[in-house]
């Protein structure tokens, strides 16, 4: 779990591989792309935005992790 403000910084570190899958969530659809589009700056082919923000994610009853 990586914060909009610290993916350039950590994402490098802890996701190597650049083909692995990434899946963004969000509070809203704008930071999702934001999010994106910094994970593709940095060269990550597979970056997918979940269909849903965290706020709709958690109301549907699935677990939430925190990080930075």
Not at 38 to 43: C, N
Request: charged share 20%; net charge positive.
């Amino acid at each position: 779990w990586i914060t909009r403000g610290w993916i350039e910084l950590v994402a490098p570190r802890k996701v190597r591989d650049t083909g692995r899958s990434i899946v963004l969530t969000g509070a809203a659809p704008s930071q999702m792309a934001h999010a994106a589009a910094a994970f593709a700056r940095l060269g990550y082919a597979d970056v997918r935005m979940l269909d849903a923000t965290v706020e709709q994610w958690m109301q549907a009853g699935y677990p939430v992790e925190s990080g930075l």
